[in-house]
């Protein structure tokens, strides 16, 4: 990897003009996540009703929404291997050009009526997401361990904007265009998507200068970057630290996207209007993100693993909420679902300090790209079951099953951290 990108080798920790690239680069990327942030919930939001709308199955129009997490697997290891050997500038600006190319197929498909090509824009759309992901973790790169876990909040902060404002924009625009005939109303959000996407590239191709991941491998003297692979699992399950903050991630993922995606189907048979539903995923979304510099600042003083337990909690008690309203209640359900966006974000903003600090820097890409594979990976199967659950069993079952595994993972992450504060009182001894 060179480190010669807009002459990083001059920005020296410690120094004034380090804090301030590092201040200008979580400027950059909050930028960059904003739209890129809108664009993709309002993907996310017209396409459970589109595909429910083409195809009248609660199962086919789950796989759709879920599709974004599929995208976003299937780009994980890709993208950091491209960040690996290019810096983070091209991995982000990369992601959000496949984005913007995947909301271009959903708006045809709104056009032409074809499930297939709603499907396969979704995929794309997740490589979106898979950028905005991954510009949490380029917020880290020069932060100090003082400011670790802020430095990735702010930038997780910065998504509240766009991705609050995604369903209700998109969901509203298109409720403007009711009257238009079958289902090319829907072609709307996905062309404010294209154009959104666009907007988040050109604003990291032209504006990440020097390459934050160059910097710091010029401080460390580092001559290569381990290029991303799903052994790394296995070697940060092995981890005492990195094992409770990956189960923390893919647990606190999969409860949010298993609860959170058949929702709109349900409050749209208890005759919701899509406004309230957007309304609901908005407000989903904050809980999501505009905490996180709270969750942030808590990690940075109690630490991740506290948080984690803290986020499983939370998680649990959103997803009961959620079980025991009724589809025609609007209110319990704006409620269970904003706690687990809370619960989401305590998990993910505590697990991404902990694996950043964890790990060395040749080894650190390798390790967050595969954590986020995991974790995206375990979202989109909660998403696809949770369909199947829905269509087969109930809503409320499907929630309460969520709030056990939540219940699960903060047992989990309790017994880890006695285990490891065990350890570190023998080795001190």
Same mark, same amino acid.
């Given at each position: 990897?060179?480190?010669?990108?807009?002459?990083?080798? $001059?920005?020296?920790? @410690?120094?004034?003009?380090?804090?301030?690239?590092?201040?200008? *680069?979580?400027?950059?990327?909050?930028?960059?996540?904003?739209? @890129?942030?809108?664009?993709? *919930?309002?993907?996310? #939001?017209?396409?459970?009703? %589109?595909?429910?709308?083409?195809?009248? =199955?609660?199962?086919?129009?789950?796989?759709?929404?879920?599709?974004? =997490?599929?995208?976003?697997t299937l780009a994980g290891i890709p993208l950091a291997a491209l960040m690996a050997r290019r810096g983070r500038r091209m991995g982000l600006g990369v992601g959000y050009v496949v984005g913007a190319a995947g909301a271009t197929l959903a708006m045809l498909s709104a056009f032409a009526g074809r499930y297939s090509l709603l499907v396969a824009g979704m995929v794309l759309v997740g490589t979106g997401q898979a950028a905005n992901l991954a510009s949490r973790y380029a917020g880290a790169d020069l932060a100090t361990d003082e400011n670790r876990a802020r430095s990735i909040s702010l930038v997780l902060?910065? +998504?509240?904007?766009?991705?609050?404002?995604?369903?209700?924009?998109?969901?509203?625009?298109?409720?403007?265009?009711?009257g238009t005939d079958g289902l090319s109303g829907f072609a709307v959000p996905y062309a404010l998507a294209l154009g959104l996407?666009? $907007? $988040? &590239?050109?604003?990291?191709?032209?504006? %990440?200068?020097?390459?934050?991941?160059?910097?710091?491998? #010029?401080?460390? @003297? &580092?001559?290569?970057?381990?290029?991303?692979? %799903?052994?790394?699992?296995?070697?940060?399950?092995?981890?005492?630290? /990195?094992?409770? $903050?990956?189960? /923390?991630?893919?647990?606190?993922?999969?409860?949010?996207?298993?609860?959170? *995606?058949? +929702?709109?189907?349900?409050?749209?048979?208890?005759?919701? +209007?899509?406004?309230?539903?957007?309304?609901?995923? #908005?407000?989903?979304? &904050?809980?999501?993100?505009?905490? =996180?510099?709270?969750?942030?600042?808590?990690?940075?003083?109690?630490?991740?693993?506290?948080?984690?337990?803290?986020g499983a909690a939370v998680l649990a008690v959103g997803a009961v909420t959620a079980a025991r309203t009724d589809a025609a209640h609007a209110t319990g359900l704006l409620t269970g679902l904003f706690l687990v966006g809370v619960g989401w974000s305590c998990c993910v903003v505590a697990a991404s300090s902990l694996l950043t600090s964890s790990f060395p820097l040749e080894r650190r890409i390798s390790v967050q790209a595969t954590a986020d594979v995991l974790m995206t990976a375990l979202g989109a199967a909660a998403g696809v079951s949770s369909g199947l659950a829905v269509e087969h069993r109930s809503y409320a079952d499907l929630a309460s099953w969520g709030a056990w595994a939540a219940v699960a993972l903060g047992i989990a992450a309790a017994v880890m951290l006695m285990r490891n504060f065990s350890v570190t009182r023998r080795l001190t001894a």
């Amino acid at each position: 990897m060179s480190a010669s990108d807009g002459g990083a080798a $001059a920005y020296l920790p @410690g120094t004034p003009e380090r804090d301030e690239l590092a201040r200008r *680069t979580i400027g950059v990327l909050q930028i960059g996540v904003i739209p @890129g942030g809108l664009a993709m *919930t309002a993907s996310f #939001s017209a396409s459970t009703l %589109l595909a429910d709308q083409m195809t009248g =199955s609660e199962t086919k129009a789950s796989l759709a929404a879920v599709c974004l =997490s599929i995208g976003g697997t299937l780009a994980g290891i890709p993208l950091a291997a491209l960040m690996a050997r290019r810096g983070r500038r091209m991995g982000l600006g990369v992601g959000y050009v496949v984005g913007a190319a995947g909301a271009t197929l959903a708006m045809l498909s709104a056009f032409a009526g074809r499930y297939s090509l709603l499907v396969a824009g979704m995929v794309l759309v997740g490589t979106g997401q898979a950028a905005n992901l991954a510009s949490r973790y380029a917020g880290a790169d020069l932060a100090t361990d003082e400011n670790r876990a802020r430095s990735i909040s702010l930038v997780l902060w910065a +998504s509240t904007v766009g991705s609050v404002l995604g369903p209700t924009v998109a969901l509203g625009l298109k409720a403007m265009f009711a009257g238009t005939d079958g289902l090319s109303g829907f072609a709307v959000p996905y062309a404010l998507a294209l154009g959104l996407f666009v $907007a $988040a &590239a050109a604003n990291i191709f032209r504006r %990440l200068r020097p390459d934050p991941l160059h910097v710091v491998a #010029s401080d460390a @003297g &580092a001559t290569g970057v381990q290029l991303p692979s %799903l052994a790394e699992a296995g070697r940060i399950l092995a981890h005492p630290v /990195g094992s409770i $903050a990956l189960i /923390g991630m893919m647990m606190g993922q999969a409860v949010m996207v298993g609860v959170m *995606t058949v +929702s709109p189907i349900h409050m749209s048979q208890g005759d919701q +209007s899509a406004l309230v539903i957007g309304i609901m995923l #908005s407000l989903h979304i &904050a809980g999501m993100f505009a905490f =996180s510099p709270y969750v942030g600042w808590l990690v940075d003083r109690v630490g991740g693993q506290l948080v984690i337990i803290l986020g499983a909690a939370v998680l649990a008690v959103g997803a009961v909420t959620a079980a025991r309203t009724d589809a025609a209640h609007a209110t319990g359900l704006l409620t269970g679902l904003f706690l687990v966006g809370v619960g989401w974000s305590c998990c993910v903003v505590a697990a991404s300090s902990l694996l950043t600090s964890s790990f060395p820097l040749e080894r650190r890409i390798s390790v967050q790209a595969t954590a986020d594979v995991l974790m995206t990976a375990l979202g989109a199967a909660a998403g696809v079951s949770s369909g199947l659950a829905v269509e087969h069993r109930s809503y409320a079952d499907l929630a309460s099953w969520g709030a056990w595994a939540a219940v699960a993972l903060g047992i989990a992450a309790a017994v880890m951290l006695m285990r490891n504060f065990s350890v570190t009182r023998r080795l001190t001894a």
